[in-house]
């Protein structure tokens, strides 16, 4: 039981039904029973589209039956469902956020194109290469990280890019913030989700 109630399985929607944040089966109880947060209430139909679909209170919530292939905890008073999507009745914003610095964030914001020759590089035909080397204390920031083919980057070593006769072909810059709609994936593959995120 308390293994579900700590996996990020519960989608958190904004009152206007945009996506704005997971949370824990736990914390959307919680939410759900203090008045902050309504359940979804969703069956699907065979092609994955919502049959119905309607906003659901705790104290009714609480009463729903569990079906089959749903989540549930069990409590004193019997089964209660986990709800796969709940909604933040009282919140209105899509907060902004900038994605985690990351290799493949590197990678992607760079267009998969080394940023020394241009070309364009397979996963495996690239690495990270730091503009200022950490050996000459460049921090690993999205101002000082860009993708770079292995061989121009082994190349490079532990020197600025003019000491080894390299040059930028773009200041590396760290992303724009973007809605978390947009970072938010369905990593467990909720079916229930996909009604709400642009996947």
Same mark, same amino acid.
């Given at each position: 039981? &308390?293994?579900?109630?700590?996996?990020?399985?519960?989608?958190?929607? *904004?009152?206007?039904w945009q996506?704005? *944040?997971?949370?824990? #089966?736990? $914390?959307a109880f919680c939410q759900m029973a203090t008045g902050v947060a309504t359940a979804l209430?969703?069956?699907?139909? $065979?092609?994955?589209?919502?049959? +119905?679909?309607? %906003? @659901?209170? =705790?104290?009714? =919530?609480?009463?729903? #039956?569990?079906?089959?292939? $749903?989540?549930?905890?069990?409590?004193?008073?019997?089964?209660?469902? @986990? #709800?796969t999507v709940i909604v933040a009745v009282n919140f209105a914003k899509v907060p902004k956020k900038?994605?985690?610095? &990351?290799?493949?964030n590197i990678r992607e914001r760079d267009g998969n194109r080394c940023q020394y020759t241009g070309k364009l590089l397979k %996963? $495996?035909?690239?690495?990270?290469?730091?503009v200022v080397p950490r050996s000459r204390g460049g921090a690993d920031s999205w101002e000082n990280l860009v =993708? &770079?083919?292995?061989?121009?980057?082994?190349?490079?070593a532990d020197r600025l890019p003019h000491e080894a006769g390299l040059k930028l072909l773009s200041v590396p810059r760290a992303p724009k913030e973007l %809605?978390?709609? +947009?970072?938010?994936?369905n990593a467990h593959g909720v079916a229930e989700w996909k009604l709400f995120l642009n996947e």
């Open positions: 039981m &308390s293994d579900i109630l700590n996996k990020t399985i519960v989608l958190v929607l *904004n009152r206007h996506a704005i *944040n997971i949370r824990t #089966p736990q $914390d209430d969703i069956e699907l139909g $065979d092609d994955a589209r919502a049959e +119905a679909l309607r %906003p @659901v209170t =705790w104290d009714e =919530w609480i009463t729903l #039956p569990v079906r089959e292939g $749903d989540h549930a905890v069990r409590t004193a008073r019997g089964a209660i469902r @986990v #709800p900038r994605p985690k610095l &990351s290799a493949k %996963p $495996d035909e690239g690495s990270l290469d730091h =993708w &770079s083919a292995k061989d121009v980057n082994q190349r490079k %809605p978390v709609t +947009a970072l938010i994936r």
